[in-house]
């Protein structure tokens, strides 16, 4: 399965997602595994990088790309990465494509919606 990265740079293309307990954290979740099924980058753990884990720290400084996708306006997976000192990533914020909390059920739409952009981000 490809992660995103070519021939000629071994650097992955890493997701972070929000996975948050309301309706928008999952389909943010959905959406992060969809675009790592389809080889448009890898999910990668954000409670590695919240805790500092060296390995996912050093993978993470290596990225080819960096992908943050947040459920809701508090913007976790941002303040996250930026927390850990990573500034250098592309941010999608589902309310900004009228995914509300608490109103958004998890549906296929949903997440090929989030997953759609999500891929425009990332090329």
Known sequence: ????SNCCNAAPKLIFACSGA????SVADQAARKLTREGKGKMFCLAGVGGRVSGI???TEAAEAILAIDGCPLNCVKQS??????????HLQMAELGLAKGQTPVSDE?????ADKGAELLA
């Not at 309301?22 to 954290?25: C, L, Q, T, Y």
């Not at 990465?81 to 592309?90: I, P, R, S, Y």
């Not at 949903?110 to 989030?114: E, H, L, P, Q, R």
């Open 57 to 59: 720290m050093k993978t």
């Open 22 to 25: 309301a309706d928008v954290g």
């Open 110 to 114: 949903a997440i090929a919606k989030v």
């Open 1 to 4: 399965m490809s992660t995103g």
């Open 81 to 90: 990465l930026e927390t850990a000192g990573f500034t250098n990533f592309k």
